[in-house]
């Protein structure tokens, strides 16, 4: 049914369109799942996490790629030292060092560790 469905579409394109009669329906490719190639070790924000030095910019892509729905805030320590180790990103901070949050819950709860944070679209507070 499907065959002769497209086979009728093209024909009506030649009538139509002038386009060549040589043309012939082609089934449409059966579709497959692909995995994520990523080590899941491996991702910026597990190399962050574990202390390496990461730019946040491959962590912003990373989180638009997982979450594009969810807003990504710019954070900026706003005392001598800010951050809670025993949260992600793991790490403490000195003033104006700066990293990114995930989501409005996360950037407000780094303000409570002594952080500026603004989401990077709308500049909005969290």
Avoid: H
Avoid at 24 to 50: D, F, I, M, S
Avoid at 75 to 81: G, H
Avoid at 112 to 124: K, L, W, Y
């Amino acid at each position: 049914m499907q065959k002769q469905r497209i086979q009728w579409l093209l024909a009506l394109g030649f009538l139509f369109l002038g386009l060549p009669s040589q043309v012939q329906a082609q089934e449409p490719p059966q579709r497959t799942r692909l995995t994520p190639a990523r080590n899941p070790e491996q991702v910026p924000t597990a190399r962050y996490g574990r202390g390496e030095a990461v730019d946040l910019s491959l962590i912003v892509e990373e989180w638009r790629d997982r979450y594009p729905a969810i807003a990504i805030y710019a954070c900026s320590c706003r005392a001598d030292t800010c951050g809670d180790t025993s949260i992600w990103p793991y790490r403490a901070f000195s003033q104006y060092q700066s990293f990114v949050a995930l989501g409005a819950q996360n950037a407000a709860s780094n303000e409570e560790n002594g952080f500026n944070c603004f989401d990077m679209e709308s500049g909005e507070r969290p």
